[in-house]
């Protein structure tokens, strides 16, 4: 084999091995963890248009801009979820001529099962549908139910709040999303 | 002959293939979907929305559904990502072209080397070089005729 064609084939094997590997590195460097929270940070919050599951077409969170929003992830198939329902529609009955919304993000779950809850549960707030769960790394969601609290400047305030939340976490959360 | 063989055996192995996909199981198909909160397939989950997709599936077969069209519907709530293979069509077909691509890509490196291998490979030695002492030969024949014995 001549000499050339031996050290091109090699360049071209050292070549594909370091693309390869400043793949790996691209893929876990820019892997989604998610936002960090906590210590003050206010970060802005992950933008998303997901299907209604209460009405026709789409809802973006862009939209909510100018308001306080209650974020709550949940799925039908969650116990706590369940629990919890009445007090995130009893803060929306309260808040909402304040300029809070609770909005719920259905995810990892199958459509007519959410439709099912919303209807059970008597839950009256705007909620959207997320099956493949497509936000929930972005937002760094390790469960259900999950609730952040979103300021009028589209910004995540406070802490995530991860399993079933209080009353009291509940009106402390949207106290300091307004004031913020 | 070997052309009727051929397609006998295609035959052979499309007929369970095609029974399947008109007749799934819940077994089978528990191997084939993922579950969407545990990453793993139906068939290693105890999640609650596995036993959720388990019931479905349980419930499409009963209604005469095709595995195609109970994946088709999976995928409609939950995306590509709860089937356990990627589908045959678009940018996924490389996830089964590639494999088969780099075996290919390999074998024929190996030929290659081989062949390569086999051709640089020095001619056997051959025995050179000044006659045997004959007494040393002698010695030699003597100790292989004791080793016979």
């Known amino acids: 084999m001549p000499l050339r064609l031996k050290h091109g084939l090699q360049a071209l094997t050292v070549a594909a091995v370091a693309g390869l590997l400043g793949l790996l590195i691209w893929k876990v460097v820019h892997q989604d963890k998610g936002v960090k929270l906590g210590g003050g ?108 609290f979103v300021d009028r400047r589209g910004r995540l305030v406070g802490d995530r709040v991860a399993g079933e939340i209080s009353a009291a976490r509940l009106n402390e959360g949207i106290r300091r999303a307004l004031e913020s | 002959m070997k052309l009727v063989a051929a397609l006998a055996l295609a035959l052979l192995l499309a007929a369970p293939a095609a029974a399947s996909e008109r007749h799934p199981t819940l077994g089978e198909l528990e191997g084939e979907v993922m579950c969407p909160t545990c990453k793993t397939t139906l068939d290693q989950s105890t999640a609650p929305i596995a036993d959720r997709i388990r019931r479905f599936i349980s419930a499409r077969i009963t209604a005469g559904d095709t595995k195609s069209q109970i994946k088709d519907k999976l995928v409609a709530q939950f995306g590509p990502a709860v089937l356990a293979e990627p589908s045959k069509h678009g940018f996924n077909l490389l996830a089964w072209i590639l494999p088969f691509v780099g075996l290919g890509i390999g074998a024929a490196a190996l030929s290659w080397l081989a062949w390569r291998w086999s051709r640089n490979r020095p001619a056997q030695a051959t025995v050179t070089g000044p006659p045997l002492d004959p007494e040393l030969d002698r010695r030699v024949d003597e100790e292989l005729a004791r080793f016979d014995r």
Request: charged fraction near 20%.
């Open chain 1, 41 to 148: 940070r206010t970060p802005p919050a992950p933008q998303f248009a997901l299907s209604r599951l209460d009405a026709p077409g789409k809802l973006a969170l862009a939209s909510l801009r100018g308001k306080v929003v209650v974020l709550n992830f949940w799925a039908s198939w969650c116990a706590p979820c369940k629990s919890e329902a009445p007090r995130l529609e009893a803060a929306w009955q309260r808040y909402r001529s304040r300029g809070v919304v609770v909005l719920g993000i259905d995810a990892q779950d199958f459509t007519g099962d959410a439709k099912r809850f919303v209807s059970k549960h008597g839950v009256t707030y705007p909620n959207v549908h997320d099956g493949p769960g497509d936000v929930l790394p972005r937002y760094g969601v390790t469960g259900f139910p999950e609730t952040y």
